[in-house]
């Protein structure tokens, strides 16, 4: 019988990288622990953050990584977050040969999901933080991780443009709290989900009462959702 394994979870923010070793029931074996994003977010310098951070965590079999941006088999396509340098950086080739270890890479958004979603009809998961990433599931499982960030939202600007950081920073909670009322219409309509979580660290700032198949989903399952890269919920 194979031994219990260790996942080492990390998530790459545009803000910060955090990592938590979980062990095959998601449970956290270790405190979780985090380092500033550098800037430049170039792959070198990332990588040597989550090497740091991976010499913190102790003891793990293998590594889940939640990264900002599109990531087809472990290869970078984009990271508007990052740094234009990461487009066709092979990021599980690169972790694996740094920490010796098996590496899965996923979308943020999708990784946030697989610990959120009950598993049940179709439900999505949008995060919001320096950016806005989602991510739609069937009945447990990765159907796509959309590039939604980047698309016409209103008067011309983006979803990002809209209600990424730099928009709540500059605009107050109070218009961003409007927009992402009207979004949560969009999203309804287009994807007429059954259940959406919301999560990232902005949604602390939401002011308006959420009808009930709507929820906020904690940071943790964020980390917690690397562990779905090695299991059935996995694509």
């Known amino acids: 019988m194979e031994k219990k394994k260790l996942t080492l979870c990390v998530d790459i923010g545009g803000s910060r990288i955090k990592a938590i070793v979980v062990d095959p029931k998601g449970k956290p074996v270790t405190e979780r622990v985090r380092l500033d994003t550098p800037r430049p977010a170039l792959p070198p310098a990332v990588l040597a953050v989550i090497q740091q951070l991976a ?10 990584v939640g990264f900002p941006g599109v990531i087809q088999s472990g290869i970078v396509k984009t990271a508007p977050n990052l740094d234009p340098a990461w487009t066709g950086f092979d990021l599980d080739q690169a972790l694996e040969s740094l920490l010796h270890k098996p590496v899965r890479a996923a979308n ?39 590039e939604m ?8 600007l983006t979803y990002e443009e809209c209600l990424g950081n730099i928009a709540l ?16 219409g969009h999203w309804e309509r287009l994807v007429n989900f059954d259940r959406l ?25 964020g980390m917690y959702g690397g562990l779905g890269l090695w299991t059935e919920r996995s694509v």
């Open 55 to 64: 010499e913190q965590s102790g003891k793990y079999d293998r590594v889940s």
């Open 108 to 146: 943020d958004a999708a990784v946030q999901g697989l610990g959120a979603i009950s598993g049940k009809g179709l439900e999505m998961v949008v995060t919001l933080g320096t950016g806005v990433g989602c991510a739609v599931y069937s009945a447990g499982r990765l159907a796509v991780a959309l």
């Open 149 to 156: 960030a980047h698309h016409p939202f209103r008067k011309g």
């Open 169 to 184: 920073l500059k605009d107050g909670k109070k218009k961003w709290n409007h927009r992402l009322q009207e979004a949560i």
């Open 197 to 221: 979580f919301l999560g990232g660290g902005n949604t602390e700032f939401i002011q308006f009462d959420l009808p009930a198949n709507i929820v906020i989903s904690s940071n943790q399952e």
